[in-house]
Structures are given as C-alpha cells and as structure tokens.
C-alpha cells in the first residue's frame, strides 16, 4: 500500500497536476518506498506529463520505457521517442526502429482479461481483427478510429461499439472498482472510452454509458469527469434538473468529479458546482461557497457565470462603492461573448462614451502651439471629447483614480456636489490608447483640486484665458 506521501502524489497526478505525474511515472518507472515497480503504468503517468511539456518525461520515456511496453501505445507515443532521439537518446533510436515494424499486438490494459468462457461473442476474430491478443488494437486500427472521430461521430460509433462490449467485460465494473484494483489505462482504452461515453445514447445509461464514463474519469479524462458529475447531480450544465440520471442524487460523488473536472481547467464544471451550493436540498448549501466557485467559472471565461457575477455585483452596489465597477467588467466580458442579456444589464450599469455639446466648438479653434502651452488642459478637453464629460467633470476628475481598466469612474462629488457618480465603458482601442497616454501625463503630479492644478474656480479661468476670445466669451456665457 502507497505511503502517505505517494498517495498525496497520485491524487496529484490523477487531478492533472503535470509535476505529480512526472514525479508519479517516476515511482512507477523505478519503483517507489511503497509502490512497486511498473512500466507500462510508468509509461501512462510519464506521457501524460510530457503532454504538458515536461522535457524529463520524454527523456525519461525515450531512456527507459522499452518498445515492447511502447508497443501498444504506438503512435501517442512516437513523437516522444522521436524527440529523445533527435536529443542524442541512443536507446530512442532503437525503439523507434523497433516500432516502424509492423506491430504485435499488445494489451490495451495492463489488467486486461478474456472475458468469462460462457459469455457468447457474436464477433468473428480474426488474426487481424482488433480484439485478436486479448482485446488488443493495432496502431493501424488505432488510426482508423482516428479518422472516423474526425470525419463522422456516427460511423466512429458504429465501429467501436463491437470493441466497446468485450472491453467493458474485461474492465471494472467502476470507478470505485477500478481504484480498489489500481486500473491503469492505457491511452488508446482511454480516448475510445471518452469518446464512447460521449456519443452514447442515453438510453445506454444503465450500462455501457455509465462505464464508459466512470471509467474514462477514473483516467483522467476530464469531459467524462464533467458528464459524471452531472450525471450524480441529476442536473445539465446550467444547474436545470434532469430527468434521467441517477435515481437518488449524490450530490457528494457529484461534487468529487466536478472538482476534478475544474481543476484540469474545465470551466463548466466550477460552474455547475455553483449551482450545487444553491440548491435548497443541498445539506451543505453555502451561498458564499458557491459565488466563490462561480467567480472562478466566470476567470475562466464562462459566459453565463460571467453574467451572473455582473448581475450579482450590481444588485450589491450600495454596500459596496466599487461594485458596480465589477459589474460592468463582468457584464462586458459577457457581451463580448454575444450575451444578449449582457448588453442590456450593462445599458444600466454604465454609459457608452460620446462627446458632449459644449466641447465641440473648442476642438475646432484648437491649435499646436494652444495645445503645447498647456498640456494639462489639453489633455482634460480630449478626455472630454471622447467620453462626453460635462465642463466640470472634465477640470476636476482625477484621472489616475478614474482609470479602471475597463471603464471609467467618473466621480467628482468630493468638489462639485451638484455631480453624480457614473461610469463610462471603454470600448474601442482607441480609448484605450488615448487615455493610457492621458494617465501618465497626470502621473508625476498631483490633480486633486487642492493641488499642483488648484480648485475648480482656478482651473475654469485658466481654461477661459486660455481659449481664444470667443470661444472664451461662448464657454462663459454657457456657465
């Protein structure tokens, strides 16, 4: 049995954890303090890490793992053999040459075994049939599949459903049985069983389905993870209840795989644990839990979590000064994903940019040498035509405090008490650029209004002896 440690190490590699694979596959490879020595499990742990750009994976692949264990695997693992040996890795080569032979067949499982003797096959096998050699594939049959996936899910299906029978008769029943024997995929076992879990039909789910996903998720294949969990909560990914499912929920199973799924960057699958945590029938349901697996849904791109974080935020706006700050990021990421609902949350959270009246007539009279000799003001009047801020607006904001990213705050009832906070949404490049270059002007000085550019009185007259005559005497009348 694996020492505590070892066991940290496993539950590391099964959620996805690339170092916890290398360091897995290693243990496997040369045998741990607990775990014995295993090379076909050693070549599972290391490829999967190499897949995550682990260089000493493939070394370590091309070094030790021998062509009769790579056999099988052909061609996952070919790419791997082929960059050790171009790195000098002399027992790469050999394997390679090895593996251009027409291969054996070879286990898809290490703990494969022939199906019971009364159990009838309907098969014809044949020395070239995939299950001749105790359920074994071809590399050759491997790449028919391949193609098939590619080409037409329903031919894919039509094809693997003869291999799928005997493999889930020699297969756990579970996942539960496949971690009590420490079943090991190998990957080929594994993409045929995620890809079969996907295009069965429900009415499979009470047996082939059901395997197939348990134990595609079991491997690690983290879309099996997600259906499994969803399957346990008896829900689809938008948190709706489903019909068919299991028959009595299992809302801590469910959980399991949801966070399996998520931690190997599955976005659906933080979301729907957030809709777990809602649910009035949850004995651990947690309000706070579930906005924190929301969010994280939301960081990862979400549309629908992304929504609900900006609808959330705006509802919580007067306990929170900044929230609605957060609201219309959210709501903006959103829309940028075409979310109707999104676009219209944010026609009320923030304001779309456009030039106000009384700045038109000055930009026109504006010339180089006028826009040299001030460049504070200068500055502070392109603010104003590109986000429509009113006259006072645009002489007292702070304008390192207003930049948020996504929005601009304009706040500036600390001097002008008649005003109103609002945002502005930044939605084009330009604004971008302009107020970037706008923002590091003001940096090395202070624009608070008892600073460096004085109070409003003070900055509307040097805006008005600043302007020619009649744009001066125009701007005064307004006031």
Same mark, same amino acid.
Request: aromatic share 6%.
């Given at each position: ?18 170092? +916890?694979?290398?360091?897995?596959? %290693?243990?496997?490879?040369? @045998? ?6 295993? $090379? ?12 995550? *750009? ?6 370590? &692949? @091309? ?7 790579? #056999? ?10 082929? #960059? ?155 948190? %709706?209840?489903?019909?068919?499912? &299991? ?20 976005? *659906? ?29 939301? *960081?990862?791109?979400? +549309?629908?979590?992304? =929504?609900?974080?900006? &609808? ?26 075409? +979310? ?24 026109? +009279? =504006? ?31 702070? $304008? %390192? ?7 601009? $705050? $304009? ?9 109103? #906070? ?34 409003? #009185? ?5 805006? %008005? ?9 125009? =701007?005064?009348?307004?006031?």
């Amino acid at each position: 049995m694996a020492n505590r440690e070892e066991l940290g190490i496993i539950r590391g590699a099964r959620a996805g954890d690339a170092d +916890c694979q290398l360091a897995l596959g %290693k243990l496997y490879l040369f @045998g741990g303090a607990s775990l014995p020595r295993n $090379v076909p499990t050693a070549l599972h742990w290391l490829e999967r890490a190499a897949r995550q *750009e682990r260089d000493e994976a493939w070394r370590l &692949i @091309g070094s030790h793992i021998p062509v009769e264990v790579a #056999r099988h695997c052909a061609p996952d693992v070919l790419r791997w053999y082929q #960059r050790a040996c171009d790195e000098g890795i002399a027992a790469a080569g050999q394997v390679l040459a090895e593996l251009a032979r027409p291969p054996a067949p070879a286990p898809l499982c290490q703990h494969s075994v022939a199906p019971p003797p009364s159990r009838p096959s309907t098969l014809q096998r044949s020395p070239s049939s995939p299950l001749h050699g105790d359920h074994a594939l071809t590399a050759q049959q491997q790449a028919q599949l391949d193609q098939l996936w590619q080409q037409s899910h329903a031919a894919f299906l039509q094809q693997a459903r003869p291999l799928l029978r005997p493999l889930l008769a020699a297969a756990p029943a579970d996942a539960e049985a496949a971690r009590m024997a420490d079943w090991q995929p190998a990957p080929q076992l594994l993409a045929l069983l995620a890809r079969c879990a996907e295009l069965l039909a429900p009415a499979d789910s009470d047996a082939a389905l059901q395997q197939c996903r348990e134990l595609a998720a079991y491997g690690g294949e983290r879309n099996a993870q997600l259906a499994l969990g969803l399957w346990f909560a008896r829900m689809d990914g938008e948190g %709706k209840r489903q019909s068919q499912g &299991i028959a009595a929920v299992n809302f801590k199973r469910a959980i399991r795989w949801l966070t399996l799924a998520g931690e190997q960057g599955l976005a *659906e699958a933080w979301f729907a644990l957030s809709r777990i945590y809602l649910k009035p029938e949850f004995s651990q349901r947690c309000v706070a839990e579930a906005q924190g697996y929301l969010e994280r849904a939301a *960081e990862m791109g979400h +549309c629908g979590a992304q =929504l609900e974080c900006g &609808i959330y935020a705006w509802r919580n706006r007067r306990t929170d000064a900044h929230s609605d700050v957060r609201a219309a990021y959210w709501l903006q990421k959103a829309a940028a994903q075409g +979310c109707p609902g999104a676009e219209a949350a944010l026609e009320r959270v923030a304001c779309v940019a456009k030039e106000a009246d009384w700045i038109t007539s000055i930009v026109t +009279c =504006l010339t180089r040498e006028l826009l040299e000799s001030q460049p504070l003001l200068a500055a502070r009047l392109e603010l104003a035509a590109l986000f429509g801020l009113s006259r006072a607006e645009a002489l007292l904001l702070d $304008v %390192k405090a207003a930049d948020q990213g996504h929005c601009l $705050v $304009v706040d500036i009832r600390a001097s002008y008490g008649r005003s109103k #906070r609002r945002l502005v949404l930044l939605r084009t490049a330009r604004e971008r650029q302009a107020l970037d270059r706008i923002v590091r002007l003001f940096e090395a000085i202070d624009s608070g209004p008892d600073g460096w550019e004085g109070n409003y #009185r003070q900055r509307l007259y040097r805006l %008005k002896t600043w302007l020619p005559a009649g744009v001066a005497d125009e =701007l005064l009348a307004a006031a």
